[in-house]
């Protein structure tokens, strides 16, 4: 397994941006897809962005498609979200996950981080 932890949350002001980043554990980081998942309070866990093992296919949410970039450093077990143009829509608590395919479903991913909290003020 992986051990995950997101960092990188705080507030910002609407049209804004942030870079969210987790760092995971262990040597086999490149065996697992990477997604970017986020929950404001009273919501389901929401897919954000998920990247493959090598980084050179990604997906995006509808919501965030344009404004958000997903992209991971293998040599450095990291994965990264870019969030510009931030929306006050986009206040959750963000969490990176492992698995083994890249998936909008949150029972795919065998991981998880502790989350981030993103907050952005209108």
């Known amino acids: 397994q992986v051990q995950l932890v997101e960092s990188g949350g705080r507030l910002v002001q609407a049209g804004g941006s942030l870079r969210l980043s987790c760092a995971a554990s262990g040597r086999t980081f490149s065996s697992y897809v990477m997604g970017w998942f986020r929950q404001a309070p009273g919501k389901e866990r929401e897919f954000v962005a998920g990247?493959?093992?090598?980084?050179?296919?990604?997906y995006y949410a509808d919501s965030v498609k344009g404004r958000f970039t997903i992209n991971r450093d293998n040599a450095k077990n990291t994965v990264y979200l870019q969030m510009n143009s931030l929306k006050p829509e986009d206040t959750a608590v963000y969490y990176c996950a492992a698995g083994a395919i890249v998936t909008s479903r949150p029972s795919a991913y065998h991981s998880w981080g502790q989350g981030t909290q993103v907050t952005v003020s209108s």
């Open positions: 990247i493959s093992r090598s980084g050179n296919g990604t």
